[in-house]
């Protein structure tokens, strides 16, 4: 598998770096690539591993969206619906200048749309220094900037970093310490610590909180969950986002463990009680 920079002197991808939506499974597309090659582009961030980009999104950040989806992630959250962008090299390999040209095709659409662009994953900063040159060319392009995360690493990014940042989409999965280690695999302490930085540095956030049926849907931790975003005081909103079942093909496919087979989705009543609940916090919350 070559690199990816739009010249004919790497092999292309067999694999379109535009997919119809992130749910498309993706292996090993960046294995043939030299591991000192790898090193030489997480250091430089010249080079990058993605999943594809995708256009359209309504759902990722204000107006419509085009998203890249990086691959490599630390945490394995048990309802992850993507499992295939665990894995850094299961991505293509981009070089940002390639990355930087897909974007510019969109950007007058995007300003149009009063949409821009959403990096997310996988975890965008496993590939921080790609993910901070690719948010800087977008925003000098005058692209609205988003970073979906889920945090852990964000103390990779400098002040100077987060000012080509509109926007962060801040996963936070649970409350309870041992809950979230149970549920994702990490400790929770970075990803409230960014929290906290963002918050002091008036970043716009929304945050995201993914509810599954007894697993993360206790009406308590919820509560927590809303009091903590609400005193931040730089949460423009909560996104409440059912689980589903969309991703449990690729788990199976991974040869993965998937323990929420017979997870169902929560009720719409569900849903709209727990946004009830960062409403009665102060929220903004869908
Ligand atoms: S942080 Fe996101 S990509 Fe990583 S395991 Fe959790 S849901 Fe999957």
Same mark, same amino acid.
């Given at each position: ?5 739009? @010249?004919?002197? $790497?092999? +292309?991808?067999?694999? +379109?770096? !535009?997919?119809?939506?992130?749910? !498309? ?14 090193? /030489? ?5 010249? *080079? %990058?591993?993605?999943? @594809? ?11 419509? #969206? ?14 992850? $619906? ?14 940002? +200048? ?8 969109? #950007? $007058? ?8 662009? /959403?990096?997310? %994953?996988?975890?965008?900063? *496993? ?6 040159? &690719? ?5 000098? *392009? ?8 889920? %945090?852990?690493?964000?103390?990779? &990014?400098?002040? !100077? ?53 007894? &697993?993360?849907?206790?009406? !308590? ?32 496919? &991974? ?11 929560? @009720? /719409? ?9 960062? #409403?009665? +916090? ?5």
């Amino acid at each position: 598998m070559g690199i990816s920079d739009g @010249s004919n002197q $790497h092999r +292309a991808p067999q694999v +379109a770096l !535009e997919a119809s939506s992130p749910f !498309e499974l993706r292996v090993n597309l960046g294995r043939g690539v030299p591991e000192s090659d790898v090193r /030489t582009a997480l250091a430089t961030g010249d *080079m %990058g591993f993605l999943h @594809s980009f995708t256009t359209g999104s309504a759902v990722d950040g204000p107006g419509i #969206r085009v998203v890249a989806w990086t691959t490599g992630c630390q945490f394995r959250c048990q309802y992850c $619906h993507n499992p295939d962008t665990w894995t850094m090299s299961n991505g293509i390999p981009v070089t940002l +200048a390639k990355a930087t040209e897909q974007l510019r095709k969109y #950007r $007058h659409g995007l300003k149009v749309m009063s949409g821009g662009f /959403t990096l997310s %994953g996988g975890e965008p900063l *496993m590939q921080c220094r790609f993910a901070v040159k &690719l948010l800087a060319a977008a925003k000098a *392009m005058g692209i609205h900037t988003a970073l979906d995360t889920n %945090g852990y690493l964000g103390d990779r &990014l400098t002040d !100077e970093d987060l000012e080509n940042i509109d926007l962060v989409l801040l996963d936070i999965k649970g409350w309870n310490a041992d809950r979230h280690r149970h549920l994702t695999g990490m400790e929770i302490g970075p990803v409230l610590d960014f929290a906290c930085r963002l918050a002091a540095r008036r970043k716009p956030v929304w945050v995201r909180f993914v509810m599954v049926p007894g &697993l993360t849907d206790s009406p !308590e931790e919820i509560a927590q969950i809303a009091s903590f975003a609400a005193g931040l005081a730089n949460v423009a909103r909560v996104d409440v986002l059912p689980f589903h079942q969309m991703g449990r093909f690729k788990w199976k496919e &991974l040869g993965l463990n998937y323990t929420l087979d017979q997870t169902e989705s929560p @009720s /719409t009543e569900a849903v709209e009680r727990a946004c009830a609940q960062f #409403r009665a +916090a102060g929220l903004t919350a869908y």
